[in-house]
């Protein structure tokens, strides 16, 4: 099947998966690869499928989704390895258009130095690029990438694509413990980002099994200081940690608003007295989130921040 879906995307909405490589044919090797290693390390394009195929899968799964009344917020490329890799990607985008749909793409970047890619890459409404690293020493321990690449010439070709492109572009950095996660790194990731001005930058964290053991998220303290970090030089900063609840929907119900907002924003003392007054309640439903283990009190630079605890991270 290469259309898998419609699913919940904390980022997209309802979106219908477009699985348009198979596994796991990429540009990079992750530590925190939730499909494991790569098994095919490459970086010359070429056509895996007929675009004509990719077209009808998809728009079967959408007559489908019609018929039982499921909406669909966005076509998604987000497949078995890198989707830039497929040599039809612009055609097939253009096609899926037809359907009338916003279309998305998750890449890692890494052939966006390519004019071509970055050809196909305009026609979507969409686009993820991930930043995990600005060092090139970083960047191989993290993304272990095909040994022809050059971090430069990535970094290069996604300024040069976020200067041209209309459509909604932004950024996906993944913190793995002890690589990437220092504060010097971190601010050099926030320089690179506060060029390339994405419409959101996304910290992210591993949540499922990654294709190496020991690729860890942070704990929870230096996840808090990597997002006030990036922030101070980025403006529409996100977490993205694995939490897929109705973020930032008004329930009515204090503490899930309370735990969906913080787990995207940690919030500062004053912002969360503010809102607690808001709702009519007070610290006591605070206290009795930190008592069941849901929510985190922390301190940075003197100031206090509570953040949601993460469901999923490991001993
Ligand atoms: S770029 Fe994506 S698919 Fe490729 S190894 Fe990294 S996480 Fe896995």
């Not at 060092?135 to 976020?162: C, Y």
């Not at 601010?187 to 990654?210: H, K, M, N, Q």
Request: with cysteine; proline share 5%.
């Amino acid at each position: 099947m290469i259309a898998f879906g419609p699913v919940p995307s904390r980022r997209l909405g309802r979106s219908l998966g477009i699985n348009n490589i198979p596994p796991k044919v990429c540009t990079y090797s992750c530590v925190y690869c939730q499909l494991g290693r790569t098994i095919e390390m490459q970086v010359e394009p070429r056509a895996f499928y007929e675009p004509q195929e990719i077209w009808q899968d998809v728009q079967h799964k959408v007559e489908k989704a019609k018929e039982v009344r499921e909406t669909i917020d966005y076509l998604t490329f987000v497949p078995d390895g890198e989707p830039t890799l497929d040599v039809n990607l612009g055609y097939e985008i253009e096609l899926l258009k037809s359907l009338g749909l916003r279309v998305a793409v998750i890449t890692n970047g890494s052939l966006i130095w390519r004019e071509d890619v970055r050809e196909d890459l305009r026609g979507a409404d969409w686009v993820s690029l991930k930043v995990d690293s600005t060092q090139e020493e970083v960047w191989r321990r993290i993304n272990r990438p095909h040994r022809t690449l050059q971090l430069a010439s990535i970094l290069d070709g996604m300024l040069e694509f976020a200067g041209v492109y209309s459509g909604e572009l932004v950024t996906e950095t993944m913190l793995v413990e002890g690589i990437n996660d220092s504060d010097e790194h971190l601010g050099e990731v926030a320089d690179f980002l506060a060029r390339l001005r994405p419409a959101r930058a996304y910290l992210s964290i591993p949540t499922r099994p990654p294709a190496e053991e020991w690729a860890r998220p942070p704990s929870e303290q230096a996840i808090n200081r990597a997002y006030q970090i990036v922030s101070e030089r980025v403006d529409q900063m996100e977490y993205l940690i694995g939490y897929e609840g109705n973020a930032f929907a008004f329930t009515g119900n204090v503490e899930e608003d309370l735990l969906s907002i913080t787990a995207v924003h940690p919030m500062r003392e004053e912002a969360l007295s503010e809102f607690l007054m808001r709702a009519g309640a007070d610290w006591p439903v605070v206290q009795g989130l930190i008592a069941r283990g849901q929510l985190i009190e922390m301190e940075y630079e003197g100031r206090k921040f509570y953040m949601r605890k993460l469901r999923s991270r490991r001993a």
